[in-house]
């Protein structure tokens, strides 16, 4: 069983459209997260979820709306889609407390191209 | 600021040989320090962290050593493996305006390992 699943793996869209990326995760963590990998492999924070909460959030563009229906899932979409949208985006979740707080579990990406 | 400098960008190694990553932070509230290992077309995966209590820690050829004076730390690989070739990211936890933590990536460093 995959810990963390995304899906997409692959997006390839117009600029102006609107998309989704959907995320699950099967390891009963109370957090999850979107990272944002550009194309020289700099990673960054996006969002990050608690229970359904929202605790962090980086300053991204309001174009991207995260979307956490429980605590299990957590969607990223997308409007008015723009050329440096382009990356890769990695969901990951992780406990809230105890020892295995911050450990971050990472999906296998979603390759998004804005042509 | 947040901040999690790290050298260097690329480094090639003969198999065999040692490997060594170094890493800055300017949060001295950091307390923990994991590292990734990403390989083409996967997610992040950790491979070794290390929390603030201590200043060494070793998991068979991979050690981690902190020095929460200079806030630098470093991962050494030994014996280096074809296996190794990958980028390897180092990061620190950021203690954000409540009590949750958001996990700060380095540049990452693609380490060749030549045959």
């Known amino acids: 069983d995959t810990a963390v699943s995304q899906t997409p793996k692959y997006l390839v869209t117009q600029m102006g459209n609107d998309k989704s990326i959907k995320c699950e995760q099967n390891l009963g963590h109370d957090t999850m997260y979107w990272y944002k990998q550009d194309s020289k492999k700099f990673l960054k924070i996006m969002f990050s979820?608690?229970?359904?909460?929202?605790?962090i959030n980086e300053t991204v563009p309001n174009r991207f709306s995260p979307k956490s229906p429980d605590k299990a899932h957590l969607n990223l979409h997308i409007n008015s889609l723009e050329l440096g949208d382009s990356a890769v985006y990695f969901c990951?979740?992780?406990?809230?407390?105890?020892?295995?707080?911050?450990?971050?579990?990472f999906g296998a990406g979603s390759r998004l191209t804005v042509l | 600021g947040e901040n999690v400098e790290q050298h260097p960008s690329t480094l090639s190694v003969q198999e065999g040989d040692s490997a060594v990553i170094k890493c800055t932070y300017s949060?001295?509230?950091?307390?923990?320090f994991p590292w990734y290992k990403q390989e083409l077309g996967k997610g992040p995966q950790l491979i070794i962290d290390i929390r603030s209590n201590v200043g060494e820690k070793k998991d068979q050829r991979i050690a981690v050593t902190l020095n929460k004076t200079a806030k630098h730390f470093s991962l050494h690989i030994t014996e280096t493996q074809p296996e190794d070739s990958a980028v390897y990211f180092c990061?620190?936890?950021?203690?954000?305006?409540?009590?949750?933590?958001?996990?700060?990536f380095g540049k990452g460093t693609r380490l060749h390992i030549l045959p």
């Open positions: 990061a620190a936890s950021i203690r954000t305006g409540n009590r949750d933590d958001k996990i700060i």
């Open positions: 979820y608690n229970n359904k909460e929202l605790i």
């Open positions: 990951a979740s992780s406990q809230r407390q105890g020892a295995g707080a911050n450990v971050l579990t």
């Open positions: 949060d001295s509230a950091s307390n923990y």
